[in-house]
């Protein structure tokens, strides 16, 4: 599904999200505060935006971007403004040592794994001890009016939009799908604290329309 949507993929998120997405992954990239000579790793980067942010926000040459899908990927290569490493690989089974990298992020990404517990507990695997792990993710507005107006943005509106800017309407169905199919953050919180992450904490952006998680090692 991604390969399919990957030519209009960043389009979408800048329509849909307002340009809030930008936002969001720019909270994102503070909140994982990449020093000087840290490895950071972006699972699930897609067509690497917010692989790119986190390199030009730290030491270049040293982001790793992992995506199980090579349209996506190949996407992020020609966009690479900035000195980044590609993996085609899967969250699940982190090509990679024990304790290599600072930081590991994952935008938008989670929620679509297949083994979540094992896709994060690879994730801890990666981290080297007082590493930190920042995901931000898709969530459900706590405010009941806010969330039935979200739900009919993202249910009724947010297919149309798609079929009119050339990308699929059912890979936008999918989209408010897996949002409520998904972990709502207190337990998404829970299951970061199950793969062995400390200090776990969570802050709710935009009326709550998307949550960054953190969690040290
Ligand atoms: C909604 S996109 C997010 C892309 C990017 N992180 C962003 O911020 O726009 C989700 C990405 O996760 C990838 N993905 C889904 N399951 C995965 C898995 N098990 N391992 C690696 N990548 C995966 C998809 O291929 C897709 O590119």
């Not at 030519?7 to 000087?36: E, I, K, M, Q």
């Not at 897609?46 to 030491?59: E, I, Q, S």
């Not at 459900?140 to 800017?165: G, Q």
Request: glycine share 8%; aromatic share 8%.
């Amino acid at each position: 599904m991604f390969d399919r949507i990957a030519p209009r993929y960043d389009l979408l998120n800048r329509v849909l999200s307002f340009g809030r997405d930008a936002s969001w992954r720019r909270r994102t990239v503070a909140v994982a505060g990449l020093g000087a000579g840290e490895r950071a790793l972006d699972v699930g980067a897609g067509t690497g935006d917010l692989a790119r942010a986190l390199a030009k926000a730290g030491p270049s040459g040293r982001v790793v971007a992992l995506d199980l899908a090579p349209e996506m990927l190949a996407r992020a290569r020609t966009r690479a403004d900035v000195a980044l490493s590609f993996v085609i690989g899967s969250a699940e089974a982190l090509p990679f040592p024990d304790a290599l990298f600072s930081c590991v992020v994952a935008g938008f990404a989670v929620r679509n794994f297949g083994d979540l517990p094992r896709a994060l507990g690879d994730m801890r695997r990666v981290l080297r001890p007082g590493g930190r792990a920042v995901v931000l993710e898709l969530s459900l507005p706590p405010s009941r009016p806010i969330r039935a107006l979200h739900f009919f943005y993202l249910r009724r509106v947010a297919p149309a939009i798609a079929t009119v800017l050339g990308s699929s309407a059912e890979a936008y169905r999918y989209l408010p799908a897996s949002i409520e199919a998904f972990l709502d953050p207190e337990h998404l919180a829970a299951a970061l604290r199950e793969a062995g992450f400390q200090r776990v904490r969570y802050e709710r952006l935009t009326f709550g329309v998307a949550t960054i998680h953190i969690g040290e090692t």
